[in-house]
Nanobody, 122 residues
Framework: QVQLVESGGGLVQAGGSLRLSCAAS????????MGWFRQAPGKEREFVAA????????YYADSVKGRFTISRDGAKIMVYLQMNSLKPEDTAVYYC???????????????WGQGTQITVSS
């Protein structure tokens, strides 16, 4: 179907930056948008950001607005997440996700990557 692979995770100091990448392969014609979610230990998985495949419309969680930027490379079906001014509370496993056409950009994702660990030290 669709396979997603994340890269770019690691350990950074508070206030630092990281850039995550996600590559999609397989039956990518079905993908309408790409997004990022994160899950910290003991917490539920939460929406971070998303971008539409065609128009490039972006969506962000309130907790990351002004700090994180999502972008895409349509030719290669790639999505990126530039994370600036990182805080300890950003520590989590970050997941790349892809969705078929729907009206809900915060839910209804169909495909998921394995996740990549982001740790922000104080």
């Amino acid at each position: 179907q669709v396979q997603l692979v994340e890269s770019g995770g690691g350990l950074v100091q508070a206030g630092g930056s990281l850039r995550l990448s996600c590559a999609a392969s397989g039956r990518t014609f079905s993908i309408n948008g790409m997004g990022w979610f994160r899950q910290a230990p003991g917490k539920e998985r939460e929406f971070v950001a998303a971008i539409s495949r065609s128009a490039g419309t972006t969506y962000y969680a309130d907790s990351v607005k002004g700090r994180f930027t999502i972008s895409r490379d349509g030719a290669k079906i790639m999505v990126y997440l530039q994370m600036n001014s990182l805080k300890p509370e950003d520590t989590a496993v970050y997941y790349c996700a892809a969705k078929r056409p729907t009206t809900d950009w915060f839910n209804d994702y169909d495909y998921w990557g394995q996740g990549t660990q982001i740790t922000v030290s104080s």
